[in-house]
């Protein structure tokens, strides 16, 4: 496995902006270089060690859902290689964890689509019989299989914030009640297409955010990563139980560690630093994504 990368640093491209993961550099106007870092974040909270190989991972799993739902929706790539854009030097940060894309208008919320009750869908069932406004049938149990998929959009966070739950009504008022159906159809569609496939390798998806944007003529296209666990909520069949928390390849081993992390003797409170996290940690996770890549793809 290469180094890994925590940051990149590149010198021949403007820096745009950094993410949770990603670091986003112009090529252009009309182009974005997108690099997966080997950065991971919980609780919107970036951890300080890096989980090598990550990024590569992660891009693969995107390029791969890419490719196969690209009859549901245009997305954002351009087709051309990323190492065409950068210097020499500086290949290596850039060759198997990099999309180059188009520069989008990127619609303020984001995606989310729930096959099953899960996480903060659960918290919210359990207090209202609802999730983001969608009535749910009464009686359902954590990690339920949902009726039918759901669309429970949310608005998307700044760094060290965390994304808030919004209304469908909400959402149209940000970006029209057209288009906001148009995304609501078009997530659905896409959710259930992949978690069908994924199904059939042996992974359930749970719930995913999908992310959009306009291009210059107005048309809806899918951008940033789609699919991959930092995503998405990817469960193993064989783990599967309702009424439980089933295992998961995403950062769930993770988050769990943290839960029960202390910082001078008190419970980490889910504020930047995170706490340093052990070897152990970092290789299970690592070996986590690399499990839920190769099912999908074998």
């Known amino acids: 496995m290469a180094t890994a990368l925590l940051q ?27 690099i997966a870092s080997d950065r991971l974040s919980a609780f919107d909270v970036v951890m300080g060690e890096p989980i090598p190989g990550k990024g590569e991972l992660l891009t693969k799993m995107a390029l791969f859902w890419f490719e196969r739902l690209a009859h549901v929706v245009p ?18 940060q850039v060759r198997g964890r990099s999309m180059l894309v188009k520069r989008l208008k990127p619609l303020p919320i984001e995606a989310v689509v729930r096959g099953y009750l899960a996480g903060s869908g659960w918290k919210e069932y359990q207090q209202s019989q609802s999730v983001c406004g969608v009535a749910l049938p009464a009686g359902l149990k954590n ?14 966070a700044e760094a060290g914030e965390h994304d808030e739950n919004i209304s469908f009504d909400r959402m149209a008022d940000m970006v029209g009640r057209e ?13 259930q297409e992949a978690a069908a496939y994924a199904l059939t390798k042996g992974i359930i998806i749970a719930d995913t955010k999908f992310e959009f944007g306009l291009d210059v003529d107005g048309t809806l296209t899918l951008m940033d990563e789609v699919l991959t666990p930092d995503s998405s909520r990817y469960w193993p069949v064989e783990g599967y139980q309702e009424g439980t928390n089933p295992p998961s390849y995403d950062k769930q081993f993770v988050r769990d560690w943290l839960e029960q992390a202390t910082v001078n003797g008190q419970p980490w409170g889910k504020k930047a630093p995170a706490p340093a996290l052990p070897a152990d940690v970092i290789e299970r996770t690592a070996s986590k994504y690399r499990e839920a890549l190769d099912r999908l793809t074998r």
């Open 8 to 34: 990149s640093s590149l010198h021949s491209l403007p820096l745009l902006a950094r993410g949770k993961v990603r670091d986003n550099y112009a090529v252009g106007d009309d182009r974005i270089l997108m």
């Open 75 to 92: 997305n954002h790539l351009t087709g051309e290689a990323p190492e065409s854009v950068v210097a020499p030097d500086e290949v290596d």
């Open 143 to 156: 990690a339920s299989k949902l009726p039918e998929p759901i669309f429970t959009p949310a608005t998307k």
């Open 179 to 191: 288009l906001a159906s148009h995304v609501r159809e078009v997530a659905i569609r896409l959710y």
